[in-house]
């Protein structure tokens, strides 16, 4: 059963009592990511992630490395495009101490001028590593150039020019003006009970001040239907196709999910079973959506070689267009739903797992659906939901490519 607290500054606290478990999980969730910053500071708030690690008045990052061990626990951090989460998982009987080191580095970082460049190094190899990790390259193509209007488009990492461009006092303004009360959700999960989880929580954190100035709304992004990719010197290509999806919290929302399994998701699935099994093409494929608050992404992936790389995008293609009442058997539809509901049910063993479930939702849609909602609703999905979803997301006129490889793009466009 989940507690809803929002203190006097704006915060939002949702906690959850498991006491079957001996560990306490923690988010301090935030409503800004990359999509939230300019062009002119692309990557700030995955730089202020960075940063948060690396001391308070009272604590340097070896101090916070070496507490958190002390104790057994892990505190880590994310940056996406729409949020940003910082978290510690430790033991019920730690919980001050993780408690106490993550709101200090949230509340109190220094942003120390003496780890700025060394940091500016460390996110400039990261962005180095994505570029030689062709995988993740062609999903970064490709949401840069059908997006290449918005800052939905923007990498997370930002770019060399503007993460070296980051001073002391451009990461303290930003904080100041995105890293709000009104803007965060904290989630807290495990053993220990609501009012102490809130009594604690707010401890530490009612001494924010709201700001009142409103949050700077992201732009509404366009989507642009093309052919991208980039030449690189590697054994495989890379091949990704990508279609406009459903964004964040809408009704059908389970229509796509159950669509993504079916399609590509496992060894089961439709995508597999042709184009790695059948047809031997590719050691990976599989699909992925995205949904954000406005808009959303389906994608196909599959790494081929280069000479396969026509022959592959076309069988997938042809697979998307099939998709009908006879290939979405009883059998399959029924499949699914249970690899959904398996994996719901199987992430509700870890606590860290249901903070970053309720942190998330709480965050992102203002709620959170308990496990028997989202059991009722994958099971009242039809075939008829699937297929009218299929039929809306996969359109040809819809569809972009984007590949990274030896020919880049042109052998899918000559």
């Given at each position: 059963?989940?507690?809803?607290t929002?203190?006097?500054?704006?915060?939002?606290?949702?906690?959850?009592?498991?006491?079957?478990?001996?560990?306490?999980?923690?988010g301090?969730?935030?409503?800004?990511g990359?999509?939230?910053?300019?062009?002119?500071?692309?990557?700030?708030?995955?730089?202020?992630?960075?940063?948060?690690?690396?001391?308070?008045?009272?604590?340097?990052?070896?101090?916070?490395?070496?507490?958190?061990?002390?104790?057994?626990?892990?505190?880590?951090?994310?940056?996406?495009?729409?949020?940003?989460?910082?978290?510690?998982?430790?033991?019920?009987?730690?919980?001050?101490?993780a408690?106490?080191?993550?709101?200090?580095?949230f509340?109190?970082?220094?942003?120390?001028?003496?780890?700025?460049?060394?940091?500016?190094?460390?996110?400039?190899?990261?962005?180095?590593?994505?570029?030689?990790?062709?995988?993740?390259?062609?999903?970064?193509?490709?949401?840069?150039?059908?997006?290449?209007?918005?800052?939905?488009?923007?990498?997370?990492?930002?770019?060399a020019?503007?993460?070296?461009?980051?001073?002391?006092?451009?990461?303290?303004?930003?904080?100041?003006?995105?890293?709000?009360?009104e803007?965060?959700?904290?989630?807290?999960?495990?053993?220990?009970e609501?009012?102490?989880?809130?009594?604690?929580?707010?401890?530490?954190?009612?001494?924010?001040?709201?700001?009142?100035?409103?949050?700077?709304?992201?732009?509404?992004?366009?989507?642009?239907?093309?052919?991208?990719?980039?030449?690189k010197?590697?054994?495989?290509?890379?091949?990704?196709?990508?279609?406009?999806?459903?964004?964040?919290?809408?009704?059908?929302?389970?229509?796509?999910?159950?669509?993504?399994?079916?399609?590509?998701?496992?060894?089961?699935?439709?995508?597999?079973?042709?184009?790695?099994?059948?047809?031997?093409?590719?050691?990976?494929?599989?699909?992925?959506?995205?949904s954000?608050?406005?808009?959303?992404?389906?994608?196909?992936?599959a790494?081929?070689?280069?000479?396969?790389?026509?022959?592959?995008?076309?069988?997938?293609?042809?697979?998307?267009?099939?998709?009908?009442?006879?290939?979405?058997?009883?059998?399959?539809?029924?499949?699914?739903?249970?690899?959904?509901?398996?994996?719901?049910?199987?992430?509700?063993?870890?606590?860290?797992?249901?903070?970053?479930?309720?942190?998330?939702?709480?965050?992102?849609?203002?709620?959170?659906?308990?496990?028997?909602?989202?059991?009722?609703?994958?099971?009242?999905?039809?075939?008829?939901?699937?297929?009218?979803?299929?039929?809306?997301?996969?359109?040809?006129?819809?569809?972009?490519?984007?590949?990274?490889?030896?020919?880049?793009?042109?052998?899918?466009?000559?």
């Amino acid at each position: 059963m989940y507690h809803t607290t929002v203190l006097a500054n704006g915060i939002t606290i949702v906690s959850e009592f498991i006491p079957t478990v001996r560990s306490v999980a923690f988010g301090i969730w935030v409503r800004n990511g990359s999509r939230n910053e300019l062009s002119a500071n692309k990557g700030i708030s995955h730089f202020i992630e960075h940063m948060m690690f690396k001391g308070t008045p009272t604590r340097n990052y070896a101090d916070i490395a070496e507490e958190m061990d002390a104790i057994g626990g892990h505190v880590n951090a994310f940056t996406s495009k729409e949020f940003s989460c910082f978290y510690a998982v430790s033991l019920d009987n730690h919980f001050d101490t993780a408690l106490d080191i993550l709101s200090d580095m949230f509340l109190r970082s220094t942003f120390p001028n003496e780890e700025l460049a060394k940091e500016q190094r460390v996110i400039l190899e990261e962005i180095d590593m994505y570029e030689d990790s062709p995988e993740d390259l062609v999903f970064e193509i490709m949401q840069e150039n059908i997006w290449r209007e918005s800052t939905l488009g923007h990498q997370i990492l930002g770019d060399a020019g503007t993460v070296s461009s980051f001073d002391c006092a451009a990461l303290h303004a930003y904080f100041e003006s995105s890293y709000r009360p009104e803007n965060i959700v904290i989630s807290i999960s495990g053993n220990i009970e609501a009012d102490t989880a809130v009594r604690k929580v707010s401890g530490c954190f009612e001494g924010m001040r709201a700001s009142g100035t409103p949050l700077r709304k992201p732009d509404t992004p366009a989507y642009f239907a093309g052919n991208y990719g980039k030449v690189k010197d590697i054994e495989q290509a890379h091949l990704l196709l990508s279609f406009p999806g459903i964004e964040l919290g809408a009704p059908n929302i389970y229509d796509m999910t159950l669509l993504n399994t079916i399609l590509g998701s496992g060894m089961s699935s439709m995508l597999f079973q042709k184009i790695r099994e059948e047809m031997g093409l590719a050691y990976s494929v599989y699909t992925h959506y995205s949904s954000y608050t406005d808009t959303g992404l389906f994608s196909v992936y599959a790494g081929v070689s280069p000479e396969n790389l026509r022959v592959a995008c076309d069988a997938i293609v042809s697979e998307l267009e099939h998709i009908s009442a006879d290939t979405l058997t009883a059998a399959r539809l029924g499949k699914a739903k249970e690899q959904l509901k398996s994996s719901l049910l199987l992430s509700l063993e870890s606590s860290q797992s249901r903070m970053m479930r309720m942190g998330r939702s709480m965050l992102m849609l203002g709620r959170i659906h308990t496990s028997d909602e989202i059991i009722t609703k994958i099971d009242n999905v039809t075939h008829e939901n699937v297929l009218a979803m299929a039929a809306d997301i996969l359109r040809p006129d819809k569809m972009s490519a984007a590949a990274v490889g030896a020919s880049g793009i042109s052998s899918l466009t000559t």
